[in-house]
């Protein structure tokens, strides 16, 4: 298995620019995480989704912040207007069933909004 | 909520001995430990799934105390390929998995 993969690896953009980020989970895994990563916050839970329906979006910091899972193979992270505080580092991550399994990270989207 | 790790860093030579401790102010359901490398994304080591708990992995081992909402990482004979930052990952009896402040462990030659 390819493992849980991300695109892109590194976006910069402007601010007030839309940007989205794609993940693939593995296949087979129920549930589906995005995580946010700063120095300051750390990683910071967003949303995640179980057979693609958002269980718990919480942590999403605005409304400027939206996810979607269409079907069992991919998801979207959507952030519009992005501004300079969205810069970090954002982690898809998929698991086989609640916590009974650990969580596969992707290699992560390095989001750097100027 | 976040669980807090103890120490916040560490540096040892190769081969020595080490535990990171990682306590919750909430009862836990289960405890996973995660190692990240510097750029890199956080690897699942192990989950603790029972209180008084303890597997292992090569060589690190965890122990889970469920009464004192606490786990501890045991890394011994460490190897430089032990470098990175550990993460306690508190899970409270639902889905979601809320990482602690992390432990930046340092392994010199």
């Known amino acids: 298995d390819a493992g849980v993969i991300q695109s892109p690896r590194h976006e910069v953009t402007e601010m007030g620019q839309e940007v989205t980020l794609r993940c693939k989970p593995i296949s087979g895994h129920d549930y589906l995480f995005w995580y946010r990563q700063t120095m300051m916050r750390g990683l910071e839970l967003l949303i995640y989704?179980?057979?693609?329906?958002?269980?718990?979006d919480s942590g999403m910091p605005e409304d400027r912040f939206s996810a979607k899972m269409p079907n069992a193979s991919f998801s979207t992270l959507k952030i519009q207007p992005s501004e300079p505080r969205d810069s970090a580092v954002y982690f898809c991550a998929s698991s086989q069933d609640r916590a009974w399994y650990g969580y596969t990270f992707g290699s992560g989207t390095r989001l750097t909004v100027v | 909520q976040q669980p807090v790790q103890s120490p916040q860093a560490v540096i040892l030579r190769e081969g020595e001995d080490a535990v990171i401790n990682c306590s919750s102010s909430?009862?836990?359901?289960?405890v996973h430990w995660y190692r990240q490398k510097h750029g890199e994304a956080p690897v699942f080591l192990m989950i603790?799934?029972?209180?008084?708990e303890q597997k292992g992995h090569e060589k690190i081992s965890a122990s889970f105390n469920e009464k004192k909402q606490q786990s501890s990482l045991y890394l011994t004979a460490s190897q430089l390929s032990y470098s990175g930052t550990y993460f306690c990952?508190?899970?409270?009896?639902?889905?979601?998995?809320?990482f602690g402040t992390g432990t930046r462990l340092t392994i010199i030659p």
């Open positions: 989704f179980n057979n693609n329906v958002p269980i718990d």
């Open positions: 603790l799934l029972k209180g008084g």
């Open positions: 909430k009862a836990l359901y289960s």
């Open positions: 990952v508190s899970n409270f009896g639902n889905e979601k998995l809320t």
